[in-house]
């Protein structure tokens, strides 16, 4: 009876806390500090171009760190120098890499050869984003560094994320991240007029007079795993990026009842086994001592 009882007991609270868990979403402070270290700061030696953002997303065999962003952010420049999140008083040289620019969907990639240790990748999320959801933000609007801003998902236009999160120029090339901090896309552009069908400058997906001036337009982590698993895909990396299904256990206990009921079935086993011992160990105790008299 004890093995059984305690076998309910750990099925009630494992169910109990599956019930809790809605989305397995963290509080929007703490996203910030799961993708922070993932962002970098760029910024021109000329002085000439405001800074941009940028995520790591992997690091070669020789260490080398190889950082996303917007192509637009780097265009005409050969070298630029980047700071990383928590040695932001420094500077790198980071090397903007001319075979690894995809011009149509705006990316471009810097290579940093000697970064600071103990980087973190940035990672995206599996499933496509969906109007409505809450999202953030972390870049260097006007130059204000690592700035967070939240907003939601106004509307998808093909590959592009049309979102309420509050941009600026430094903004391109920072993540758009969901409520476990974990990239949807790539910030590329604030509307600043009313979208119509004859503006060449805005995505072409975007072309409804109703998109509101302010909003960011973001190109979708689809688009950008699409071309980042063929850039790197006969390039080794001692680091990469990583794609997320789930944003917690419990989100995948709850979504996926292959995983919940091997689970269970573990637990059961393990908790058969301690009950079993401690039967045994209760049956087999020490023996009684000799009759009294004797």
Known sequence: MYRIRFFFHCLAWLWMCVLGTTHGADDLSKVYGKANKAVVLIDFKDGVREVGSGVIVGIVPGGAALILTANHVVQGYQEVRISFAGVIDKQYVGKVSRTLVADVDDLAIIVVPKPPPDLEMISFRQSVAQKGETVGTIGHPQGEAYTWSDGAIKNIFGK????SAELAVGSSGGPLLDTCGRMLGMNVQLIQRPVS?????????????????GSGVTLASGSILA??????????????????????????????PKFIATEVGLIGGIVYLVARKREVEIFFGEPPGPPSGQ
């Open 160 to 163: 592009y994320i049309i979102h």
């Open 227 to 256: 071309i980042i698993d063929g850039w790197f895909s006969q390039i080794p990396l001692n680091e990469k990026w990583e794609v997320k299904k789930y944003c917690s256990f419990w989100e995948k206990a709850r979504k996926d």
């Open 197 to 213: 069908s004859d503006a060449p400058n805005e995505p072409k997906e975007a072309v409804e007079d109703s998109l509101e001036v």
